[in-house]
């Protein structure tokens, strides 16, 4: 608003001032407008002055009021249009009036010409202002009789034009000239302007000497004045310093000399626009000082527009020193005073950045949001603000709030760096909080394939592998590993020397490694252990060749597992401190115990080394190289050596909590029994699986469930083999069922619940018929239910389900004969039986013949019994021809019914 008494007083009067329409009051009104800045407001007041102007003074006191204040709005090309009007407008007032004065008085056209000048001067056209204060050089006394607005001389805007177009010369002469025979004022005036004309060419040295000569001469108000332009000169001469010593000297030379001089001299806007430069280089130099010397100028500024941005660099200054609580304290003192002002965002985004420093991260955020919520802040402090916003919840894992406040940025108008980090963010964001791998890929691709030397370009199409090697991890793809590796690929060509290059060739021989291809994968990683044998990733990298190696699933009798043994030895002799160190010795400790008996043999001698070491350490590996030993020796057939193996795991891990080894115990603790069973200790068996059973399987661990219906499984025959103790033996073969179909357990355990009521109907003489007729039904019901559940069981082909059929039709055979002799049914199983292996040729096996075999005989022994003996001799001529360990009986049988043959039939 304007500050002036009378265009307050006009303010107040409103309507009555306009009403009364007097050409004195608008002119002292909107000269008091333009003095105190309000240009626009100014050029409203001078219109209407000039409307009412009847007299050449007036018209032109009113139009040069009227161009000032346009000149002051900055618009000096419709300041050049207004001025060129005033002789049409006196034309206009000479048609009315024929006393008027035709023509521009001379004081009057001087005045004219001096703002013109200006003009020119402000538009940049130095050749036309020349012309003008050449020839108004003459002409000071007069114009300042008429114009108090002439802060500079005709001389000295003559040396500016000179100086505008670099005509230094020219300008040195007439400064000279003033110098020399101008009054003190133009002397001071001359001095300034030679001062200017070396800061101009960037003389700072000769300006520096200049100021010495010069300095030592002036005083009072003078010298105050000088005083700035002093320190100004020292500033670019310690910027010009050959080092930092030397800079350092001459920017204290520069504070101590505003301490003692500089600190009497008024502030204006130049003079501010100096001190904020000794701030700035006092900050770089001791940030104490730099704070302590903006401190001292507060006071110095109290009714100065300045003081605002003092304060703003006081709590700066304060913030970098670390003293948090000052840098607040002259932070909410400036919004308290000048809440409305533009720099409110500056003091709000440093205020956010301290709450940020002390952890304090909600208050950090509220003072962010401010700060991009007010549209007239700067993008920089917007964007910045809405970046910590996001940068903060992404490291909190808050997804949701996150990808929001990147996604805010987008609402800015930003630059291309700006918009490739936003994007490139939000793609992180998906990547690595929301796991939506399609989303990053659609946000990466685009930036991948900008031409543009961001540092986030490579990075994206580091991530383009990245999104697709995790997406093939979560969907079991092998198209999109293959993808991976095409992109991780690119890279390499691309960014042969970028940080991430070795990275990259590391996933990409990954990602090779999982698509299954697995010479790719090898050939990468030899290529990453050649080329930069030192990088972190080489052993896992050889780990990963030896995988593939190994058809990439630890086929440990795999035809290239010479090649892993090699790639887990590089790991073993020369990255003996890596973490993949024990995984190798293990990997090739399996390897050699399949690889023969002298393999073996050095397999048993390094388990034990690897045992002693890493049992404390690696658990998961130690636990498995004991049941790896056990399952050895059992093949082996060396029972009680496997025994020790497998309650090793028991003994040493049975107290750790960990999921994977209770897996590796139960399965342990099962193989123990089963080779106590081996060795007929049937009580040392039992022992160990009712161990088993006391532990607590995790419910949805199928595993688990497996080991334990294989130890109900073995429990019901110790029950079978020791008692005979059919219906505890059905009780825990019925427990197997819960495997649910899949299983070959499932079937066995159905299976032998039926052999159990086969055995319980037998086991008596003294049963009565209905009980034993129970038993066979109940035993035929658990074989028809095989029969029935493999035909749905997608779990096995055509052979499998022969091989099932094979003995359950030869157990539902026996029952048969068992129920009712006369009646055809068994012999029709035993047919079809024989049919089974008829159908496959008798080149091939199902159940090493025994089924075919026994299912012979009994069909012979039905036919013999029936007379039909042709049949049975033609049976055993099928068995003999079949060449197996049954065949020999076969032909045995054969000549003693030929040779029996005719007796019978004679019966």
Known sequence: MIKGYLYSLFLLAGSFIYAAESIG??????????????????????????????????????????????????????????????????????????DFERVLNSANQSLVDYWTGRIYYALGESDKAIVIFKKLSGKEKILRTISLDLPRSMKDFLALSYIQKENWDSANKVYEDMLEIGSRKEKQTAIKGLLKILREQEKWVELDNKFELWWSKSEGNWRNELAFQRLEAYLHVARLAENKIKKTSKIKDAHAFYIEYGQKALINQESFAILIKLGEELQDLDIK?????????????????????????????????????????????????????????????????????????????????????????????????????????????????????YKNLDRLKLKEEDRIFTKFWQGKTAFNLLKNYKEAKSLY??????????????????????????????????????????????????????????????????????????????????????????????????????????????DYYSKNRDQAIKDFTDIIDNYSDSAEVAEAKFHRILIYLNQGDEARGRAILESGAFISKYEKTNPNFVANIHLWLGQDYKNNKQYANAEDQFKEIH??????????????????????ADCAYFQKDYTRAVEYINKLMNLTLNKGERTNVIIKANAHYLRADIFIIEKSDFKEAIKQFKLCEQLKPGKRLYYSALGRQGDSYYGLAGASSTLSRAVRDKHFEDAEKKYNQILKEIEVDEVFDEGERDEWREKVWYRLANINKKINPK????????????????????????????????????????????????????????????????????GLRRIDLEKSKGKLEKK
């Open 25 to 98: 009051t608008l002119r002292v009104l909107a000269e008091e407008a333009y003095k105190t800045g309000e240009f626009k407001e100014s050029e409203t007041l001078f219109t209407k002055y000039q409307k009412r102007s009847r007299d050449q003074d007036s018209l032109t006191d009113s139009s040069i009021g009227l161009v000032k204040s346009i000149n002051g709005q900055g618009d000096y090309k419709r300041a050049l249009v207004e001025i060129s009007k005033i002789p049409k407008l006196l034309e206009a007032i000479e048609a009315k009036d024929a």
């Open 289 to 405: 000082k730099a704070y302590e010397f903006y401190i001292a100028l507060l006071p110095r500024l109290k009714k100065h527009n300045n003081i605002k941005k003092v304060l703003i660099l006081c709590g700066k200054a304060a913030k970098v020193k670390k003293d948090y609580k000052t840098s607040l304290k002259h932070f909410e003192q400036f919004l308290k005073s000048y809440s409305q002002h533009k720099e409110v965002s500056e003091v709000n985004y440093n205020i956010a950045l301290i709450y940020l420093q002390s952890k304090k991260t909600d208050k950090a955020n509220t003072y962010f949001e401010k700060v991009f919520s007010n549209k007239d802040a700067s993008s920089k402090y917007r964007f910045d603000s809405a970046s910590k916003i996001a940068s903060h919840y992404y490291n909190k894992k808050s997804a949701k709030d996150a990808m929001k406040w």
């Open 445 to 554: 691709a685009p930036l991948a394939r900008l031409k543009s030397t961001s540092n986030f370009i490579p990075k994206a199409q580091f991530m383009l592998g990245s999104c697709d090697y995790e997406s093939a991890k979560l969907n079991k793809d092998l198209d999109s590993y293959k993808s991976a590796a095409e992109n991780f690929d690119k890279f390499l060509t691309q960014w042969p020397d970028h940080p991430d290059y070795y990275m990259a060739m590391y996933m990409k021989g990954l990602s090779f490694h999982y698509a299954g291809e697995h010479v790719k994968s090898r050939d990468t990683m030899e290529r990453l252990r050649n080329k930069e044998p030192l990088n972190e990733k080489v052993p896992h990298a050889l780990l990963i060749s030896a995988m593939s190696a190994l058809s990439g699933n630890l």
């Open 651 to 672: 003994d040493k891990y049975k107290d750790l909590e960990l999921e994977s080894i209770q897996e590796l115990i139960w399965m342990g603790l099962y193989e123990a």
């Open 823 to 890: 009646s055809k049914d068994a012999k029709d199983f035993y047919k079809k039986i024989r049919a089974l292996y008829i159908a496959r040729s008798l080149d091939q096996k199902l159940s090493d013949w025994v089924y075919y075999a026994r299912s012979s005989f009994e069909l012979s022994e039905i036919y013999i019994k029936e007379q039909n003996y042709d049949a049975a001799i033609n049976i055993y001529k099928d068995l003999e021809k079949a060449n197996n360990s049954y065949s020999h009986e076969a």
